[in-house]
């Protein structure tokens, strides 16, 4: 998936085309960031929202700010409250929760955030508790986790924290092609269970 700016530099929009050079989302945004996990900040009308990589715009633009997704989740703002979504665009932490949201990094153990209620700083952390397979934590097992587990094999979108350990589905300490495999005989219903 590349990006394409058409027209004018300065008053351009901005589209995706997928490889073979075909349009897979119209030039209407102002700007689109680069994809991480699978998706892509992208810019309209001074609001932002999301891009998936065939081009949708899957989480409408909606925002004021935005950020990369990491491990499922990702810090949005909108009238000045800021809140926690998962890729399916649900509020994991709702808006108003905190006033300011800052993504700290991963460690071992999952996402942290910086977290400002009423003026005082925190910390959250290791939220949601995810599901084996459930790699980007939005409650279901489909093929969005499967397309995760993959992208992580071929290097491209690496998985770190709890994602990571949602996508170990047996459980062996590495994510390779038989949690892949796990995952998509789980989809089309061949296991039940990991
Ligand atoms: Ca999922
Ligand atoms: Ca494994």
Redesign the pocket.
Known sequence: MGRVLKGDFNIGKWGLVNKTGQLAAPCEYDQIDNFYEGMAEAQKNNLWGYVDTTGQEVISCQYDFTDNFYNGLAVVSKGGQYGLINTAGDEVVPMGTYQNIVYVGTVTEGSFYWVEQNGKWGIIGNIPDRDL??????????T??ARLALQHIVGKNVLTGVALAAADVDKSGKVDTVDARLILQYIVKKIDKF
């Open positions: 397979g459930d790699i980007n934590a939005d409650g279901k097992i489909d969005t986790d």
